[in-house]
């Protein structure tokens, strides 16, 4: 079984059934607390990995005047979604989705840890949004203090990593999701923690202080570069930490 073929398993399951946990509650708050500073009656919206339009169906209970896109890998949530007034592509993130229109918010939940070549999709999320939109990417985290006894007290792969079988194939820090935002043209304005594994829900709260205690981080970014085509062009294989950060660092798209 390929990538494309076990990742499309693994979204058609996620989409069968609607999911409202803090991860989403958080990002929907995000997005709406930008469409306020934007002041824009019918904001654009794009999700990509959709899954169930969660936070756009969210947002539009808000902005019924909005324009709202997913994209995703499964055809039946794509068809599902437009029955329900959000608009959409089947489309295979692993290579770049470039749309006709502009928006101002892109949401990226949980895929980045998916990809092969993340960045034919930051490459389009790049394209696709206006001057100054805004991105709201999230990831699990692989650095989390409970990844340090799975390692080295159990001999295991880091927690919520990728691992044997696992539909997660990269594991990401927040350093790194950091320096690879900045050579794809975004500046991080925020970060914030989820939930707190095997802690009550109340406890959440300090990872909006310490986002490393989450069990996902959220970054909320905004453009202010435009696309990085020679990250797309450049296909070198970095195999060690210190010359991806190097690499990174070098391909920055602002100063």
């Not at 494309?4 to 989403?24: G, H, P």
């Not at 469409?35 to 019924?64: F, M, Q, T, W």
């Not at 990226?108 to 998916?114: P, V």
């Not at 790049?126 to 692989?142: E, M």
Request: with cysteine; glycine share 6%.
């Amino acid at each position: 079984m390929d990538n494309t073929t076990m990742q499309i398993e693994s979204f058609d399951d996620r989409s069968k059934y609607a999911v409202w946990n803090l991860r989403y509650r958080l990002m929907y708050q995000e997005a709406h607390s930008i469409l306020k500073r934007i002041k824009k009656d019918n904001p654009a919206l794009i999700d990509y990995a959709v899954c169930g339009g969660e936070v756009l169906s969210e947002i539009k209970k808000i902005y019924p005047k909005s324009y709202t896109f997913g994209v995703d890998l499964v055809p039946d949530t794509v068809k599902t979604l437009k029955t329900i007034g959000i608009d959409g592509a089947v489309a295979d993130l692993e290579n770049t989705f470039l749309s006709d229109k502009k928006f101002d918010i892109a949401l990226a939940g949980e895929i980045i840890e998916h990809l092969l070549l993340p960045d034919n999709m930051l490459y389009s999320i790049n394209s696709n949004l206006n001057d100054n939109g805004y991105l709201i990417l999230s990831f699990p985290n692989s650095a989390h203090f409970i990844s340090i006894i799975m390692q080295w007290i159990l001999d295991l792969p880091p927690y919520l990593g990728a691992r044997y079988r696992s539909v997660h194939i990269r594991n990401y820090t927040y350093r790194i999701i950091k320096l690879l935002l900045q050579a794809h043209g975004f500046k991080i304005v925020k970060r914030l923690g989820t939930e707190i594994p095997y802690l009550p829900d109340f406890m959440s709260a300090f990872s909006r202080v310490f986002p490393r205690l989450g069990r996902h981080i959220i970054v909320v970014a905004r453009k202010v570069a435009p696309p990085n085509k020679k990250l797309i062009e450049d296909t070198s294989v970095i195999g060690d930490a210190g010359r991806l950060v190097d690499f990174l660092k070098k391909n920055k798209q602002w100063k």
